[in-house]
């Protein structure tokens, strides 16, 4: 059945070059999940705001983000924009898709991580003698937090993931993307792509290990 | 409307897209669906000890891009000389990344059936079969409908991945004409419109299940 | 002294308040009872500003409560109120509960308001349970933790709103206890409560309240010896 030597030494011997790649995908999802963040929470906001023009805006971007395929939000980075005279690189239209992916489903979820705290830790806040925004701040943002957190690691999970997608538009420089061109060089593909399939396990892995020891010290009760 | 090169013709090659895409989807839902269910029982009754090996390769597809999944699919099929088409190897890819997502799903519904409804019905003299067709897939069922139909949607999504085994699926369909027009905003809207009559009803149905079966009604 | 003059306020069509004219001096006790939906609990969170008034003045120490003027933030350290659900904070232990106003409202350093806290705590027999979070505290530890909380702003009010309600039967003693070693110090407290017992023995008056209107007001005596208003008397005895 098998009448195929695999040759591995070339795939090991090429994992310096893979490792570096690893380094640009962890890069990518790093800066497109603060990048996220920061749009999720001004998202939030929005749908907060009761302006009605804000919270559309903000729902239409939720439900576009979670109702297309996150390949479509790259390449609407990368070929849609064009149409409006902006050609962005194969490295920022991964970045401007994934964090436009991320930035959905971060704003769905701080959205139900504040409906799941009750009023009357505000209210419990205000009577106290805080201001709106110191309650907000020092009651309801650290148990939104907990609440937020694991769904939050589960995203950037996703975002390493989707880092894989830039070589659909060129990208060569991250993981996917160097695996794919030393494969075009010496069509050891099974090789090349099983190596890189086990970097972007541990780096899975490693990155869902952090995130739950970060949670244990973090939330104690 | 627009002032377009879009055609009719075009507009069929989208359809065919849409089409390839729902059939991909299809085969990997109702494959995996059936996977997932084998899988997620058997998780169930040995237990996270005796069940380790096969978390541990269910985890593999979890956690390794899909994209790469693919392309060591593909890669694995030609080396075994297996002879399947693109179309063939997309579908077995997608269902066992399908399967390992709805395991997990269908594990979650069985243990959210208390232990006493069970007792109760193995102590009216039910067998294991008895207890599972009766009691338990009902009600885990009930629990486990609005993720399956969350990992549904998943799968819609993530079958546009495809396009990379050369399967000319929406996405694809779209980028050739885009290629081709030179008009990528307008028809990267056609097609993301196309997605999104697709799955919104989907996402609905399952919000509105969700709210209809929750635990506490 | 809080002055209550003619308050009126409504939820949409529905008048919870109509016209409610109140005063309580200081030092005073004075404990509220009534069926619910009577407009209690909305009283309560009008004087310390956390609902709009309609109509009508409310006066702390001479200062209106819902003029624009009034910093309410500030009013409100004078006035602890304390709910039927406890509202712990659940991401701060105990001690971190009741320290976080103190440090951050009244910007206490630290350790001031660590002792603040560890004397209002032991005070309402917490001291043991300083670094365990609210979790893993009973209803009844949980509520006096919120009255510990109050306290430790030094209100010179404080509102108590059926603190005992929420809880199983074998802890309201503690809290009532609480309460009462309160009214002995000379706190002078608003409490809605349906503790008959408790509401004879620790007050100096008692309120009767019925559809949004306070149908009766007396020293414990007369109020429940000599009940004049026929809802009073249908009251009363329907709760033995
Ligand atoms: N935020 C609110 N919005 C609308 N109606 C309210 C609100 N709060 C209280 N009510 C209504 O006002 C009435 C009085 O409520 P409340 O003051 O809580 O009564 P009590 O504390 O005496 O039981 C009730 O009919 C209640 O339903
Ligand atoms: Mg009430």
Redesign the pocket.
Known sequence: MFNYTFRWNQAFNALPRLLEGALVTLEIALLSMLIGIVIAILLTGCRLSGNRVLSAIARTWVEVARNTPALFQIYMAHFGLGAFGIHLSPYTSLLAGIAFNNAGYLAENFRGALKAIPDTQTRAGRSLGMPPIQAFRLIVMPQMLRIAFLPATNQMVWAILMTSLGVTVGMNTDLAGITQELNARSFRTFEFFAMAAVIYYLIAKAVTLAARALAWRMFRY | MFDTALTWNDMAFLAQGAWMTLMVTAVAVVAGTVMGIVFGVVRYQAGPYWSLPLTFVLDIFRSVPLLIQLVLGNAFQSIARLGWDPFTTSCVILSLYTAAYCTEIVRGGIEAVPATTRRAARSLGMTWRQDMRYIVAPLATRVSLPAWIGLTLGVLKDSSLVLWLGLIELLRASQILVTRLQEPLFILLICGAIYFLISFPIARLGGYLEKRWSPND | MIEIQNVRKS??Q?E??KGIDLTVNKGEVLTVI????????????CINGL?PIDSGRILIDGTEVHAKSTDLNKLRRKVGIVFQQWNAFPHLTVVENVMLAPRKVLGLPKAEARAIAVKQLSHVGLGEKLDVYPSRLSGGQQQRMAIARALAMSPDYMLF??VTSALDPQLVGEVLDTLRMLAREGMTMIC?THEMKFAREVSDRVAF?HQ?VMMEIAPPAEFFGNPRAPELQKFLSATH
Do not use: A, H, P
Request: proline share 0%; no cysteine; hydrophobic share 35%.
């Open positions: 939820f949409g529905l919870v308040l009534g069926g619910s939906g009577s407009g209690k609990s909305t009283l309560l969170t609902e709103d059926e809605v309240f949004g």
